[in-house]
């Protein structure tokens, strides 16, 4: 399994961007697609998943704020952020994760930059 991430980039507070998350190869052991973000000298931090039957859950700090969205094949996982604040600074990464080994894969990241 391979994942790219991209649509990352510099925007204002209150502004929004959409990142994308492209998967490829054998997707049929996923139980989920999921964004990670880790901003630097911070822990990594979850924002949001979708299981292979639809359910979504969102971190409470982007409830409201963030939507995700993706085919059935399970082959992408986009990220509709609006309503930027600064603290959503981070690298942004897709995460899939699996019923068999390896049970997490991660795709690289792509930064995201809020600031004025």
């Known amino acids: 399994v391979q994942l790219q991430a991209s649509g990352g980039g510099l925007v204002q507070p209150g502004g929004s961007l959409k990142l994308s998350c492209a998967a490829s190869g054998d997707m049929s052991n996923t139980i989920s697609l999921n964004w990670y973000r880790q901003d630097s000298g911070k822990p990594r931090e979850f924002v949001a998943s979708?299981?292979?039957?639809?359910?979504?859950e969102y971190a409470d700090s982007v409830k409201g704020r963030f939507t995700i969205s993706g085919d059935n094949a399970k082959t992408t996982l986009d990220l509709q952020m609006n309503r930027l604040r600064q603290e959503d600074t981070a690298v942004y990464y897709c995460?899939?994760?699996?019923?068999?080994?390896?049970?997490?894969?991660w795709g690289q990241g792509t930064q995201v930059t809020v600031s004025s």
């Open positions: 995460v899939v994760q699996r019923r068999i080994v390896p049970y997490t894969v």
């Open positions: 979708r299981t292979t039957d639809g359910t979504i």
